[in-house]
T-cell receptor, first 113, second 113 residues
């Protein structure tokens, strides 16, 4: 189903807890991205990675962390330092080319309870 | 960094009319401009893109225009149909080492039958 899988689809977290969102792709894409989607604010970039063991902060990285130990996987950890974590999170991947299509996962809706 | 502004945030048109969504970008180094469509409850998907060496591109009922001097690009949908109802995102991307993809804030298009 598009080759990029996010899990879980829905996630509930208690305040003060860290939580990790999974993103796996079997498209052999080099680049992977995490976006946060809030109503009226579009897709805001959290982190992105061009190659294994390398990643860059996006526009709203505070309170988040990532790792890229394998080409296929780019997990996102939402830490307790993120003050407003309730949102819809989208993972995307694309080949290394500068003008290539980004393929998105189906998203994870995180709710802090 | 790159900043992409998108207008309008909502757009209602009668079936059969045309719809136009406009975006501006700030980084003159941006050279790739994709448009994504996100239907309700689904992942964003690429519908058309344009590279900086091209001024216009058409694909059936949709077209995109690019004005590099003014740093703006637009999506045009003709003969709109109810299935065109969705949220549309523009984006800008640069080539080079770290290939960020920056999205606009989205336009919710409603096509009224």
């Amino acid at each position: 189903d598009g080759g990029i899988t996010q899990s879980p689809k829905y996630l509930f977290r208690k305040e003060g807890q860290n939580v990790t969102l999974s993103c796996e792709q079997n498209l052999n894409h080099d680049a992977m991205y995490w976006y946060r989607q809030d109503p009226g604010q579009g897709l805001r970039l959290i982190y992105y990675s061009q190659i294994v063991n390398d990643f860059q902060k996006g526009d709203i990285a505070e309170g988040y962390s990532v790792s890229r130990e394998k080409k296929e996987s780019f997990p996102l950890t939402v830490t307790s330092a993120q003050k407003n974590p309730t949102a819809f999170y989208l993972c995307a991947s694309r080949t290394g080319g500068w003008d290539t299509e980004a393929f998105f996962g189906q998203g994870t809706r995180l709710t802090v309870v | 960094g790159e900043n992409v502004e998108q207008h309008p945030s909502t757009l209602s048109v009668q079936e059969g009319d045309s719809a136009v969504i406009k975006c501006t970008y700030s980084d003159s180094a941006s050279n790739y401009f994709p448009w994504y469509k996100q239907e309700l409850g689904k992942r964003p998907q690429l519908i058309i893109d344009i590279r900086s060496n091209v001024g216009e591109k058409k694909d059936q009922r949709i077209a995109v225009t690019l004005n590099k001097t003014a740093k703006h690009f637009s999506l045009h949908i003709t003969e709109t149909q109810p299935e065109d109802s969705a949220v549309y995102f523009c984006a800008a991307s640069t080539g080079g080492g770290y290939q960020k993809v920056t999205f606009g804030t989205g336009t919710k298009l409603q096509v009224i039958p």
